[in-house]
């Protein structure tokens, strides 16, 4: 059923946006109502994952729906992501610490801005970029996706990360051989690089307790640290085009040992996912 939900996404959802931009966020409610009647594989593993969390067990259902209706919001708002941030409103829109972000900006050492995976990431950055701040993405070229058929994966999951290529803009694929390499030239050219502190692929990892279990997590964020004494500013985003939310923290003090920073990332980072369930993609992949 996924794989048929993604073909008519790639093939009729993207040519049909060109000619009725407005009809992608049209389908965001019928397509959120549809999503939560055939998604009964996913609510059973969220649900379970979510208690493992301790989150409220009578809130869980209430969290799933809006979980999957930030899902099908965030594929649709792919589809016409220039128009979304043309279109909005000032008042749906909560910047908050810019001044962190431009002190960091100062020291003229690249910024690297710690987020983790919430479905907001792309509209944020897109939004940041028109208002001055182009910001560099770290991606897996092909993460595996639990929901996808034989078929999918075959056929669709190639075309849609070009597609998302096209979505996302400059960005550094994780897994080419000299990932590290382009991102400190970066760096150290000044410019700012977004890494997801929660990305479940890397060469080099660590465990760490989150949200209830030890998971695997990349480390890679402290030897960049450590090579190019870059800012490190804590990212968040929340919500969508209806009204979004966009944060930044000072700058961690550079006295911390690298080593210390994955831990109290991740602190905060689970700290931000109880606070916002329904906002954070990954619980499907936990």
């Known amino acids: 059923m996924k794989d048929i939900c993604w073909f008519v996404y790639l093939c009729l959802g ?5 000619f009725f931009p407005r009809l992608a966020m049209m389908l965001q409610r019928p397509g959120a109502w549809l999503a939560r009647r055939l998604a009964r594989g996913e609510r059973s593993r969220l649900t379970r994952r979510m208690r493992i969390a301790a989150l409220d067990e009578r809130q869980i259902p209430d969290i799933i729906d809006e979980y999957l209706g930030f899902a ?3 594929a649709l708002s792919d589809l016409q992501l220039d128009q979304l941030v043309q279109r909005l409103p000032a008042e749906n829109l909560e910047l908050v610490g810019r001044e962190h972000l431009d002190a960091a900006r100062s020291r003229g050492r690249g910024v690297i801005l710690a987020s983790g995976h919430f479905f907001a990431s792309r509209l944020a950055k897109r939004v940041l970029k028109q208002r001055g701040v182009p910001i560099v993405s770290v991606r897996h070229p092909a993460p595996p996706d639990p929901g996808m058929g034989r078929s999918g994966r075959r056929w669709l999951q190639d075309r849609y990360m070009r597609f998302l290529h096209t ?11 000299d990932c590290a390499m382009q991102i400190m030239r970066r760096l150290r050219s000044g410019e700012i690089v977004n890494l997801h502190i929660d990305a479940p692929f890397a ?23 450590r090579l190019t004494d870059a800012a490190l500013v804590p990212f968040w985003f929340s919500g969508d085009h209806r009204g979004l939310k966009i944060e930044f923290e000072p700058a961690l003090e550079q006295t911390h040992a690298p080593e210390q920073f994955m831990p109290e990332l991740l602190e905060r980072l689970e700290r931000r996912v109880l606070d916002q369930p329904a906002d954070y993609e990954l619980w499907i992949m936990l």
């Open 203 to 225: 060469t080099q990892s660590m465990r760490a307790p989150f949200l209830g279990q030890d998971q695997t997590f990349s480390d890679n964020l402290a030897r960049l640290i």
């Open 167 to 177: 979505v996302i803009g400059d960005e550094i694929v994780s897994t080419a051989p």
């Open 72 to 74: 099908v919001g965030r």
């Open 14 to 18: 993207r040519p049909c946006s060109r």
